[in-house]
């Protein structure tokens, strides 16, 4: 199935969507250290587009994705640097089929989805999907108009993946961080 590989690349171009620094956490990739990312990213051949205050974005192999994101916490005394989410930005205009087969094979790995919201086009809005699959510590989550009709950014497709523990650990960090002046 073409959008397994796709989002196997996507979660790490390289092979990170086999890591999983805890077995108890139902998906791949986030929990593992920043030290294990780089390892795995080290002998690629992926570009990094920015690496900024535990912000890696990195180019993508697959030509459907523009970009994929990844959020670590920070350091904390003995504590490493961990992986909270992961997003993966698809080039835009979506496609109704991308949109249907990114969902199929989320859906096979977790099931059906614990969420499901559609809208449809009123008042110059063109429609818009978001799916989640929501397991108490993680959350998947697919959104975005599926049907090619938008150029906004903020109706970009996208998959995210948010460990929930991690993600306010992280969050913590952030907001404790001293302003840049």
Avoid: N
Wanted: with cysteine; glycine share 8%.
């Amino acid at each position: 199935m073409v959008i397994a590989a796709i989002v196997l690349v996507s979660l790490g171009s390289v092979g990170i969507a086999a890591t999983s620094a805890d077995e108890d956490r139902p998906l791949p990739g986030v929990g593992i250290t920043r030290e294990r990312f780089a390892a795995v990213f080290a002998d690629s051949d992926v570009a990094v587009l920015s690496d900024i205050g535990g912000v890696v974005a990195l180019e993508s192999k697959d030509p459907e994705v523009e970009f994929e994101r990844y959020v670590f916490t920070l350091p904390a005394g003995v504590q490493p640097s961990r992986l909270w989410q992961i997003t993966i930005g698809y080039r835009m205009p979506a496609d109704r089929g991308r949109f249907e087969r990114a969902e199929a094979w989320v859906t096979e790995r977790y099931g059906p989805p614990t969420q499901s919201t559609s809208r449809e086009a009123e008042h110059g809005e063109p429609p818009f999907e978001r799916r989640v699959w929501d397991s108490g510590v993680t959350v998947v989550t697919l959104a975005g108009c599926p049907d090619g009709e938008t150029t906004d950014e903020a109706s970009r497709m996208q998959i995210t993946v948010v460990d929930r523990e991690l993600q306010r650990l992280g969050l913590a960090q952030r907001r404790g961080r001293p302003k840049k002046a």
